[in-house]
């Protein structure tokens, strides 16, 4: 099936009944796109997370906002599609992109049961582009994103990825590393890694990306093994061709070391 | 290495001898981050590849601006070091985000060669997640993004890591599908995924996202090896819970069927 001008056809000239599935970077809120913010400003009702909802500028203290809990993704969704069926327009927020384990997809698999929602999804810089940015430029080369929670998915199938996406020598970047109640998973990816990667293996985390209490750590996968890391953390472990500058993490685009002379 | 606030103390204060390496989205001006914008604004030249240097809003018409070559990718940084050397605020401007597969690498991989020369690196919407939302919500699972250029890499390492991407069951994300001198890239790439990947499984692409011409296509593996794509395409292969759903490509979140309950 081909569509012209999807984002186009879909998004203009709808006033009422929009929702806006709305991404806003991974931390302060410059980080979020003009388009994001264009929506927010038009946007009657923000729904979201306490933490997220938090996170947006003051300016939009005056909006009206529903928060609901962390493990109410689907309550979450429902609510924003019911207000913006009664004719309103609204922002559901998620931090980082909405596409990337976040509520698009949520939000989507209701959409048949408030056809006449216009549902809108508006990317955001995800954390592994952000934590990248913030550490160097790792990401040069393919790469993989895995995400460490087992509440949705069976812990072997994760293990499985790590252990492929290892011998495919993608870079990888670990979503949830840890929360309360998964204490110890980051050391137990790193074991499974270890089966693969050289210890050795330039590795590093941020955690709280663009916010004020932002911290990155650059070493080794050995040395990340032992870290306590949290759910506001995103690792990163290089590739074959990783290396650590100055601090900083640089994966080689390929035959880049050729072209450089 | 534990560094705090690396954004903050990296960033502040500076006003001369700066480079902003600038992912602006991948396509219309609003896709940009606000921060993006005030680094382009605060900025007296600006660097890139011709087209995306036309991707900018006419505000910035006034600025210096030096165009280099698709393939003088280390000249351009060069020149953009150079530049910001003789103590000018400079932008390196790509398309999507400039660490993947971007200016990023490149720029800090020369960055001891300019000690002076303050480098920032602002992230931007990639075309995986700007992709993703054009069609729906096919990365709400661990994705693996994979470049089908062997410019810099050789063919077999991309096989290699199409078949453990398919094998680990990972959303796959292509980049840089086919160009000029590389026709018939898209069919070689779907016929080795036939190896592991059903033919009937879920499969689309967006073209020049976010821009006037943007155009997507969703069908199925088989069908998408019919297909001729260039060099501003972004492919999307889903993984064993991808589906289509009114035209939108949504990938299950784990045991999500259960929680929807």
């Known amino acids: 099936m081909v569509q012209k001008n999807v984002t186009k056809e879909r998004y203009e000239g709808m006033e009422r009944k929009e929702l806006n599935v709305i991404g806003i970077g991974p931390g302060k809120p410059e980080g979020m796109t003009l388009e994001a913010k264009a929506a927010l400003d038009e946007s009657s009702?923000?729904?979201?997370y306490p933490v997220y909802l938090s996170l947006l500028p003051a300016e939009y203290n005056t909006k009206e906002k529903i928060a609901t809990?962390?493990?109410?993704?689907?309550?979450?969704?429902r609510i924003a599609l019911e207000t913006a069926d009664q004719g309103k327009t609204v922002s559901l927020v998620c931090s980082g992109d909405a596409g990337v384990y976040g509520m698009a997809g949520p939000v989507l698999s209701l959409a048949d049961t408030f056809p006449e929602v216009n549902i809108r999804i508006l990317p955001g810089v995800t954390a592994a582009t952000a934590g990248a940015a913030v550490l160097g430029a790792p990401l040069m080369h393919d790469f993989?994103?895995?995400?460490?929670?087992?509440r949705l998915t069976p812990f072997e199938k994760i293990r499985k990825r790590l252990l492929l996406a290892a011998e495919a020598d993608f870079v990888m970047v670990l979503y949830n590393p840890e929360s309360k109640g998964r204490e110890g998973y980051l050391r137990k990816a790193?074991?499974?890694?270890?089966?693969?990667?050289?210890?050795?293996r330039p590795a590093a985390y941020v955690r709280c990306i663009g916010r004020e209490e932002e911290e990155a750590w650059t070493g080794t996968l050995s040395e990340l093994r032992e870290k306590q890391v949290d759910m506001f953390t995103t690792v990163f472990i290089g590739n074959s061709t990783t290396r650590c500058q100055n601090g900083r993490l640089i994966t080689e685009r390929g035959y880049q070391r050729k072209e450089r002379l």
Do not use: F, Q, W, Y
């Open 45 to 48: 009702v923000i729904v979201g």
């Open 69 to 77: 809990g962390m493990t109410k993704e689907m309550e979450r969704c």
């Open 144 to 150: 993989a994103v895995i995400s460490m929670s087992d």
């Open 190 to 200: 790193c074991d499974i890694l270890s089966e693969v990667v050289p210890e050795n």
